[in-house]
């Protein structure tokens, strides 16, 4: 199996997917602000041989586009376009293959969706494939029939373009970018659960329209918590999966199965997410901490050269120490160790389909 390097789209999407079921391993998803984050994404992906999935929240591509843009609704489309359009051009030349993907949308940002699937429309009329790969909605606050009523309108115009859906059943503790929901201290967790029997619904609904993946919840929670909150229970993933392959007769593992809050979780259960047809898993929290601290470190380490331009001991210029590439460099870099680990545990580092 080989696909053109680059961003992959439709059935080089799907391709990509079943690889990773089949071959026991999964893609990261990790969340990009900037130009920084994104490159360094693709410079870890290259130097680790690993295919990744590069994807933005709301706030993420508001960021992107400048946070002083005073349409904030504008800001979230034109920064997504503007990041696509940065990965599209750059991607393939690490010679990686690149998902691009936008994460959770509520209710409220359906409309951020529907305009960037209006931007994908007009870049597959001129390109013959879509500005991103997926989207996600995540309407798992709402009664499950309204969920999945607007995920297969969604779905509808998407599969024209040859895009993928993620939608979420069930529901991720925590919250990532404002939307989500706070875990109580021993407040009743079974909604932290997604039930197989919702998970056969999507599937007879979403599966005649287009490729679809669903975010399924086995107590996983965004952010890095105290241990003991909430306990993950992968074999929920592999039931879903029985109920549904049992019900049609289908394949083994016939759903495409996201682990969002991956941060912080223990390697045994990753492994056990990754067996039961997990193939992205969300990486944000610990590369946010990552860049920081790759910047922190440096900052402490030449403290001068952020308050003086020439130093008032030595009378030395500090001009190529507070240069801006400096320190941001050192985010980076940090940002790539930490997803050398993350593919190490994802088992797709080496496995890069890209040829
Ligand atoms: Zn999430």
Redesign the pocket.
């Known amino acids: 199996m080989a696909l053109k390097p680059g961003v992959v789209c439709g059935e080089d999407y799907v391709e990509l997917v079943n690889a990773c079921k089949e071959g026991g391993y999964a893609l990261a998803g990790v969340n990009c602000v900037g130009t920084n984050s994104v490159n360094a994404v693709m410079e870890a992906a290259a130097k680790n041989n690993s295919d990744v999935i590069i994807q933005f929240s709301n706030g993420g591509t508001q960021f992107f586009a400048g946070a002083a843009m005073e349409d904030a609704f504008q800001a979230k489309v034109l920064g997504a376009v503007s990041a696509a359009q940065h990965v599209h051009l750059l991607a393939e030349h690490y010679g990686i293959c690149a998902v691009l993907h936008t994460?959770?949308a509520n209710r409220k940002l359906v409309p951020w969706i529907d305009a960037l699937v209006d931007h994908s429309e007009e870049y597959y009329k001129k390109n013959g494939k879509a500005l991103y790969s997926s989207h996600m909605l995540d309407l798992s606050e709402e009664d499950i029939d309204d969920n999945l009523n607007e995920c297969a309108r969604m779905l509808e115009r998407m599969a024209k373009l040859d895009m993928s859906l993620e939608i979420e059943l069930g529901i991720?503790g925590g919250e990532?970018d404002g939307v989500g929901h706070d875990i109580e201290e021993g407040a009743d967790s079974s909604h932290l659960y997604t039930q197989p029997e919702d998970v056969l619904k999507a599937y007879d609904l979403l599966s005649p329209i287009g490729h679809f993946s669903v975010?399924a919840s086995f107590g996983n929670v965004?952010g890095v918590y105290k241990p003991g909150n909430v306990q993950l229970r992968p074999e929920i993933l592999k039931n879903s999966q029985e109920l549904v392959s049992k019900t049609h007769g289908t394949i083994d593992k016939p759903l495409n199965l996201v682990f969002?809050?991956g941060s912080g979780s223990e390697k045994d259960k990753i492994a056990a997410a990754i067996s039961y047809g997990v193939f992205k898993m969300?990486i944000d929290t610990d590369t946010q901490f990552a860049f920081s601290e790759g910047v922190g470190k440096y900052v402490e380490e030449h403290m001068n050269a952020f308050k003086h331009q020439i130093d008032p001991e030595t009378g030395a210029p500090l001009k190529k120490f507070y240069d801006p590439r400096k320190w941001l460099r050192q985010g980076e870099l940090s940002f790539v160790n930490r997803l050398d680990e993350a593919f190490e545990d994802l088992g797709s580092a080496g496995r890069s389909l890209a040829k």
């Open positions: 994460d959770h991720t990532e975010a965004h969002h809050g969300n």
